[in-house]
């Protein structure tokens, strides 16, 4: 009684056309591996793998994009096939793989990432010192003016030694995103960058007060300035603090990337 | 709504990290199906329990696997008459130590080197120890499915003296020998014969990258959106307490890894997104342990051992993974 076999669409070989005549295994793949090659050179020609990844790893982003492309080149040009050989256990039906792995490329596509912003950082928790954080420094230079320390330099600084009155009088410049602490007065605001040690999943952040002639209401929270001052120590909180005391503050756009690393 | 563009954010990126090494980690176990004999292999295997133990769970070295192709290449080796510990060894310590893992654990974790070594360093000790357990039974066949098991090589002396005593399908061969078509090696030779050409090789090794590839991205894509959710959407103090907790962390991570099932090639990323909030120890738990036994992983050993088994190798795995990280916990972090 072989006719009344159950059926088993994916298991059996395709020996007369399917029922969905236009419905081809290999075409489908070969749409899924496009789509995702071409949000890695969304991503990758639009810069916003700088959102997303460590410049250092960006590489194998895009080879992967380049891999891709070559093997949805590969699945298009193949032609029509045999169900693959080799019983492979898997946990998901191959149907409903690529139907995920279609959507997400599709959204990956559509979807421009976002750099975070400061409640990210405050659900995450800004850390004003680098012990909690895993990133120790590489390479400590003293020689380095303090006015060229970025955000994460001075953490680093400050890391080795938290003393805030060593740094009185300092000139410093640097640039981040407002955060308005709760916690604070209405006089401090918060200079913030995240930091990357791999990928978006990583950052955390960390910032430096910056004490205002004005309330912090002059400056949005998550408007990018440009902070140009020197070093002081202030009590904010009742906790001693090295604290800019700004010359000039001036509004800028968001970088190309956000982060520092 | 920024939550739901922060979560967005995060869940690609882990997506945009992974992809590659999910890649380059399909890429290598279709190369090995078709171009690596195991029965070489065996024959180079220490035949003591523990070298043997030592050598299985090294292997991986030359097979870059991870969890969801060891299986497979397990039970390619238990049919061709590996002994246990090297099998057991290999199930265990293969979908970790091995080069393609390492890279990228050591991408995720630079900034904290010593999670990397600790990774490869506890795999090895769990693996080993339970291979080495598992290598007091000599004969594995009562512990596997008795499919696996009518494909084994009987031991020696337990064979039929004729061989027309046996059953199966054969065919004749020089010498008056004959070539059982249920052998495993014969099953492989129908499937991939050595004597194909480079050009169809090649074809059958990108096909089986791209079915792999499926498969596991999906799972990726499921498991870096769970470690996005839980990243924005789970009020941080929660996260602390369970995280901060020297042993509900452990346990917390262990329970993740077990239930996620993300591919070891790729969870190192998935473990980064908790490095801020959970103790060293947990995310070591999760990246000793998860590779070894997970969802996805009971559904592919289930293929090749009795139920009984893998509950066995589950409970001495997770408690070996406990205790050692705990001892991390305590008196190392």
Redo the contacts between chains.
Sequence with gaps: MSAKRPRQPAKKPIKKPNRVAWYRPELL?AL??AA?SLA?FR?WLTGK?F???HPD?MW??N??GI??LG?AI??LT?GR?KA???G?????P?Q???L??LT?AV??LI?T?????S??AI???ISDSLT?????PQRFVRQTSSADRTIIDWMRTLNVYPEPDAYTGQAVKVSGFVIHPEEWPEDYLMLSRFVL??????A?PVGLPVQLAVSRQAYNPDSWLEVEGQMVTTTINGQRQLTIEPTRLEPIPEPRNPYEY | M??F??G???F??????A???L?IGVAFSSLL?FFVNERTLIKLMPKHPLLGALAGSLMGVFFPVCECGN??VARRLIVQGAPSSVAVGFLLAAPTINPVVFWATW??????PEIVFLRVGFTLLIAVTIAWVFSQQRDMRPLLQPVVARQMPKPRGAEPANPLLRSGTFLMQPGGKTLNMDDPVAQEMI??GPDKPFGVKL?LV??????????L???L??GSAI??FV??AIP?DWILALGQNFITSILAMMLLAAVV?ICSTVDS?FA??F??TFTTGAQLAFLVFGPMID??NI??LL?LFKPRVIFYIFVLAAQLCFILTLFINFYVS
């Design positions: 793949d899924v591996l995702w890695f991503y793998l959102l997303l990844l790893y194998l982003a080879g992967a891999v891709l093997l590969f699945k193949q096939r693959p050989i080799g492979h256990t898997t946990l998901l191959p409903v793989s690529s995920i792995l997400i959204v990956a979807y990432p976002q750099a975070f912003a409640d990210a659900q995450r928790g909690l954080t895993r990133s120790q040690t791999c990928c978006a999943a990583d955390y | 920024e939550k563009s922060n967005l954010t995060l690609f990126s882990l997506l945009v990290e992809i590659p090494f890649l199906l299986v497979p991408v995720a974790f630079r900034g904290q499937a991939s074809q990108l096909d089986n990258m791209v079915q792999e590839m499926k498969e991205g999906a799972v894509i499921l470690a996005a990243q924005v941080r099932s990323f980064l997104s490095a801020s969802l996805k559904g592919l293929t």
